[in-house]
């Protein structure tokens, strides 16, 4: 079992930068692939990126790709997703989520995540 709590979401204006954090319990955390999904109103939930148990690996949606980076420690149980050059469009509920399937497993579908947080609110103005 993972229990997961986002932070650091709040009111950015555009070209600005946010740093998200995800606080992670539990004893599997270390195993578990951890992701950043988000969801606009009216919309579906929208993978973001992923990492690796160990964080070696890194994938990112083309939507955030060179303008993000996701980080993990696993001593503090936290994962980070650094978001950079925010626009408008970034406007959503952001959430962290735990999958417990292997790296050659999981993909960018939401059933694919086993635990997520309660979500962190970002709005970019323009």
């Known amino acids: 079992q993972v229990q997961l709590g986002e932070s650091g979401g709040g009111l950015v204006q555009a070209g600005g930068s946010l740093r998200l954090s995800c606080a992670a319990s539990?004893?599997?955390?270390?195993?578990?692939?951890m992701a950043w999904f988000r969801q606009a109103p009216g919309k579906e939930r929208e993978f973001l990126a992923r990492?690796?148990?160990?964080?070696?690996?890194?994938y990112y949606a083309d939507s955030v790709k060179g303008r993000s980076t996701i980080s993990r420690d696993n001593v503090k149980n936290t994962m980070a997703l650094q978001m950079y050059s925010l626009k408008p469009e970034d406007t959503a509920v952001y959430y962290c989520?735990?999958?417990?399937?292997?790296?050659?497993?999981?993909?960018?579908?939401?059933?694919?995540?086993?635990?997520w947080g309660q979500g962190t609110q970002v709005t970019v103005s323009s």
């Open positions: 990492i690796s148990p160990g964080g070696t690996m890194t």
């Open positions: 539990g004893q599997s955390y270390n195993t578990n692939i």
């Open positions: 989520a735990a999958s417990s399937r292997s790296w050659a497993e999981v993909d960018t579908r939401v059933g694919q995540y086993d635990y």
